[in-house]
């Protein structure tokens, strides 16, 4: 009976120790699990606040700018070709005047429009100055050559020497036959019919376009137009 009793009380001693430690580790366990390990923070550490997660913007791209040209500026150094005309018979001796004063030379041609006629001017050419003209016509007159004159005016026949105006080209043609029997054979034919005349103007610059401008604005009738230039027979 003594060890059944022994028995009894052991068992009860266990049930005892089993309900009170178990019970123990089972809150334990329940408190430890309540614990949010990532929610404790240190006091007086400042507590860290998450960065919110930010998706990616797919942001427009900037418009492609244009390409910033500038536009070609006129060379200065640029010549051309002009045609003026046509210009007709009473206002010619004044546009050769005008035109001489921007002393072209050989780049400035004539061209007759249409079929001339007479009156025809015989004439020794041009002489370089004012002294030579005088001095060739001593020389021809000393010659025997008569009716002859020196060309004044400025212009492209200045120091010329005029020796007459003829209303026939035959009557013309015998004089140039008279003046080589006199031993003058540099005398030339010129055809003064009333006839229009076109100008050709070559390798004109900036300056040069601007007062040719200017000058064709005084003859409302006549035309100045660009155009290619022709290589030069010089």
């Known amino acids: 009976m003594r060890l059944l009793f022994l028995l009894l009380l052991l068992a009860n001693l266990v049930v005892f120790a089993m309900l009170q430690w178990g019970g123990d580790m089972s809150s334990a366990h329940r408190a430890h699990s309540s614990l949010h390990p990532e929610r404790i923070a240190l006091v007086g550490e400042p ?10 913007v797919n942001a427009p791209l900037p418009a492609p ?3 910033q040209t500038s536009a070609p500026k ?12 046509p210009v007709a018979p009473a206002q010619y001796d004044d546009v050769i005047a005008a035109l001489d004063q921007l002393k072209l030379g050989e780049r400035l041609s004539r061209q007759s429009l249409g079929t001339p006629g007479g009156p025809y001017w015989v004439y020794y050419p041009p002489l370089a100055s004012k002294a030579a003209a005088d001095n060739k016509l001593t020389e021809l007159t000393n010659l025997g050559v008569r009716d002859l004159a020196v060309v004044r005016p400025a212009g492209p026949w200045q120091n010329a020497i005029s020796l007459g105006l003829y209303a026939k080209q035959s009557i013309a043609e015998a004089r140039v036959a008279e003046l ?6 540099t005398v030339s034919i010129e055809t003064r019919g009333k006839t229009p005349s076109l100008f050709t103007l ?7 376009q601007a007062k040719l ?3 064709q604005q005084t003859y409302a009738d006549t035309q100045l137009k660009r155009v290619d230039c022709a290589p030069s027979s010089h």
Do not use: F, Y
């Not at 080589?180 to 054979?185: D, P």
């Open 65 to 67: 700018q244009p390409a």
């Open 213 to 215: 401008t200017q000058l």
């Open 202 to 208: 070559r390798d004109l610059d900036a300056a040069e």
């Open 47 to 56: 507590r860290a606040t998450p960065s919110p997660k930010i998706s990616p």
């Open 74 to 85: 006129p060379d200065a150094n640029d010549k051309i070709c002009m045609t003026w005309g």
């Open 180 to 185: 080589h029997k006199k031993g003058v054979q």
